[in-house]
């Protein structure tokens, strides 16, 4: 079966206001397919696929132990070379409303491993990040970087699903202008277990 696009999100509400969202996007090279003859099954397309663009990010507001809130942007993609073989470029970003300030990087890894654990899950691993979904009730993200300043920031974080999947649009797909249709879906109400986000020697513990 030929894709050429397909995401997914996962959105957290959590108490004092604090939201996650993880979405995944693929674009798989290869001729059209109708909307009838693609059928989104997990936990198989919750991995990366072969011969793909593809790319998982996360983004949004997370609060910590002292009351702090934080934004978190994170992603990571997998990119077609020579030889069959990817690379996993990526990116991240932290903003801090207090001091208006955002941080951001993006980091090229030539080298990484884009596979599944023993429940069939995705586990991606790069130079510079990481998204693991271990087991069914923890996913694992985690990222590094220096800014164009070499301050030093980093995020990590273990997170919980609580719901089932939500499927957008027609059975996961939405239609696109190029008549190639894109997926999506999502996993709400996600609820997070442990976490830091470092910004230079300060370093944040998640809640």
Known sequence: M??????????LVMAFSAALCLAQNVRITGGPLTMTAQKIVFPKDHCFHTNTNEWVYFSGVVETRAGKEFGVMFTTFQIPGIGGR?????MLGISDPEISRFYSARMNAHNGTAGKTLYGFPAIAAETSQFIWNRPDNLHIA??????DMTRISMEMDIKPTRDILLHGEDGFIPMGDGIPSGYFSLTNLLPTSGTLRIGDRQHTIV
Do not use: V
């Open 2 to 11: 030929e894709k050429r696009m397909k995401s997914r999100g996962l959105l």
């Open 86 to 90: 990817f690379s996993y470029p990526s």
């Open 143 to 148: 990222s590094s970087a220096n800014i164009s």
